[in-house]
């Protein structure tokens, strides 16, 4: 039963996270298998990778149901991430003992705190008027930076994504969320096939219980987040981001 609901809240956590902000479920999970049911940091990172796999393909699904998604440079995004993440993490392990896990902690905190006292109120119009040339250019620069910091420290690659969609591409939120989930449904992916392979499978219940409570939550967060109004969605997912950041401080701190 304990097990249980340290896999709920994490799911509940990772859910609303994924759904309402495009948030790696790994920055929630993760933590809270390694505190509170001592499972070993890989396999508890692999857990985590494979329950933002359906998760971040549901809400991409129901963001593009929506018309919220922007397929043909979250692809060129996507690409780019992949690529440079693996150069990050060439590069990271050249550097001798650098640590900087607290990295997207801090990001989801501040983010959240950025989401509440200064909505991002881009419209699609405006979005829209940058030139196909120019934002596929933006694409490439971006994911390359994403994705190379991403490698290097090892999290942090939804929180860079959300920020750089809306505070350098200038993509209206709804919309930076959805390519952000649809990005990171294969990212996460990737991840997670490399950690079972590597390390083999983790423990099937946590696997199963949080797979399946991230996905619900997920669909319900996204369901929602496509119904709201900009305000209220800057608002939700500022609210949701400051929270998740807090309690993984917390988290972390009980470690």
């Known amino acids: 039963m304990y097990k249980l609901w340290i896999c709920f809240l994490a799911g509940l ?15 929630v999970i993760s933590p809270m298998l390694i505190t509170f049911l001592g499972l070993p940091a890989y396999e508890a990172v692999g857990i985590a990778l494979a329950s933002d796999v359906l998760a971040s393909a549901v809400s991409a699904y129901t963001y593009g149901k929506n ?5 043909r440079n979250g692809m060129v995004m996507m690409i780019a991430v ?3 993440t693996l150069v990050g993490s060439w590069t990271a392990s050249l550097v001798p003992n650098t640590t900087m896990g607290s990295f997207s902690v801090c990001m989801t905190l501040l983010l959240g705190i950025k989401f509440i006292v200064k909505p991002v109120m881009t419209t699609k119009e405006s979005m829209n008027k940058v030139s196909r040339k120019k934002r596929v250019v933006q694409s ?17 690659g939804g929180m860079m994504m959300l920020l750089i969609l809306t505070s350098v591409l200038g993509y209206e939120l709804k919309t930076a969320v959805g390519t952000s989930v649809f990005i990171m449904a294969f ?6 096939v490399s950690h079972f392979v590597i390390g083999g499978m983790p423990d099937i219940g946590c696997l199963f219980l949080c797979v399946a409570f991230t ?8 369901k929602f987040a496509n119904k ?12 949701v981001l400051a929270v998740l950041g807090s309690a993984i401080l917390a988290v972390n701190y009980l470690k």
Not at 17 to 22: D, H, M, N, S, V
Not at 67 to 71: A, C, E, Q, S
Not at 187 to 192: E, I, K, N, Q
């Open 187 to 192: 990212t996460a992916f990737t991840g997670a």
């Open 13 to 27: 956590g990772a859910g609303l996270g994924t759904g309402f902000a495009g948030m790696s479920a790994a920055a």
């Open 67 to 71: 018309k919220n998604l922007d397929i």
């Open 140 to 156: 490439i620069i971006s994911g390359t930076v994403v994705g190379f910091i991403c490698g290097f420290v090892g999290a942090g």
């Open 228 to 239: 709201a109004s900009a305000i209220t969605l800057n608002r939700a997912t500022g609210v």
């Open 82 to 84: 992949l690529l440079f």
């Open 215 to 222: 996905l619900l939550w997920a669909k319900i967060a996204a």
